[in-house]
């Protein structure tokens, strides 16, 4: 099985990769299902899995009785091809950002827990090192190489209470003198959050696709925070071109990317969405990711990773502040990750949201 899946893996990595870099052009034939089995020495239903993929992230397209044609442009990047603005009713909304209907059993919990105070016994009252436990914090990073493609080493993760703490600590890295850019409509705790932290802030405005390309041509922030992912309240994903827009405008600007990047985890696709990150890991995108929706509302948990060119400067900026997450707490979090419970969890959850969606 683990075979098959590496496989499927490489194929739609090695597509991907070609499709972003112009050579299947928009609107080319891919090879058929058949011919891109012998050619990669798989199983057709192996090709037929990396294909789902593609289409389930917008790189392409299937056509009735015709195949598979290439549905991303390389031009996107630069902001052609605009899409509808999206409006949210402000009287409707509930707040469910944090809400979690899938939350892990309290049964697991209670198992992991007895196992850390078994195990590490005195070690849970420890004092944190200032980013996090080195133990934690090599468990995200297996764990991140393992599920999201993402490979970073544990010197560029650190550990908070949460996204709204490290928000603050993105202020303080980057400079509250900078412009930030949020969607609009987004999360209102970003905006708060931001706005108490001395943050000069501009909003734009959601497209169906994302962030609509006339409002980043028109923008001038530094600083451009976007949830990728299932964007609350509006719903919308980014599709693979927009995301290969966001890095391409930063990269033009000289702009960091905030990518929160929470819950992405829940995708029903059997695979989790590409990250920013992943697509440009060396400058452009620091990356935010809480177990606050993937566990529990309880685990005010969250980490953040810098891109690995700017990892020493930014951290020096903010060296002097206590991990604000017990040891207690970092030990069961490793735990999860360690012993697979977190990935089996994740998995049973998809499974669910793919059979609610049929």
């Known amino acids: 099985m683990e075979e098959k899946t590496a496989a499927y893996l490489r194929i739609y990595t090695k597509l991907r990769d070609h499709i972003i870099n112009g050579y299947y052009k928009n609107g080319e034939k891919l090879p058929s299902k058949r011919m891109m089995a012998d050619e ?3 199983s057709v239903i192996t090709v037929e899995h990396a294909y789902a993929l593609l289409e389930d992230e917008g790189y392409i397209e299937a ?6 044609f290439v549905s991303y442009s390389y031009e996107d990047s630069f902001f052609i091809g605009e899409d509808t603005y999206i409006s949210v009713n402000e009287n409707t909304l509930t707040d469910k950002y944090e809400e979690n ?3 892990l059993s309290f049964p697991s919990f209670a198992r992991t827990m007895r196992r850390v105070l078994s195990d590490y016994g005195e070690k849970i009252l420890e004092k944190s090192p200032n980013s996090g436990s080195q133990f934690l914090r090599e ?4 764990y991140l190489q393992r599920s999201r493609s993402i490979s970073v080493s544990s010197d560029q993760i650190l550990i908070g209470a949460g996204s709204e703490y490290l928000y603050s600590l993105i202020v303080q890295m980057l400079g509250r003198e900078k412009l930030y850019a949020l969607e609009n409509p987004s999360y209102e705790k970003i ?3 931001y706005a108490a932290n001395g943050a000069k802030l501009e909003f734009l ?7 609509h390309s006339s409002e980043l041509r028109a923008s001038q922030a530094e600083v451009l925070h976007v949830t990728p992912f299932d964007s609350y309240p509006s719903g919308v994903t980014a599709t693979a071109g927009k995301r290969q827009e966001y890095i391409t405008w930063a990269k033009v600007r000289g702009a960091i990317i905030i990518e929160d990047d929470y819950a992405s985890e829940f995708s029903p696709s ?7 990150f992943s697509l440009e890991p060396e400058r452009t995108v620091i990356y935010l990711n809480t177990f606050t929706k993937t566990l529990s509302p309880a685990v005010r948990v969250g980490y953040m990773i810098l891109p690995k060119e700017l990892t020493k400067s930014l951290k020096k900026k903010i060296d002097f502040y206590s991990c604000t997450v017990p040891m207690f707490d970092q030990y069961v979090l490793a735990e999860f990750l360690n012993s697979g419970d977190f990935e089996r969890h994740i998995n049973r959850v998809r499974r669910k949201r793919r059979q609610e969606e049929r």
């Open 205 to 211: 405005k959601l497209g169906t696709r994302g962030i």
């Open 191 to 193: 905006r708060r959050v």
């Open 63 to 68: 056509r009735e009785r015709s195949g598979y």
């Open 101 to 103: 209907i899938y939350s």
């Open 270 to 276: 059997t695979k989790s969405e590409d990250t920013l």
């Open 139 to 142: 468990s995200i990073a297996r």
């Open 40 to 42: 990669t020495d798989t």
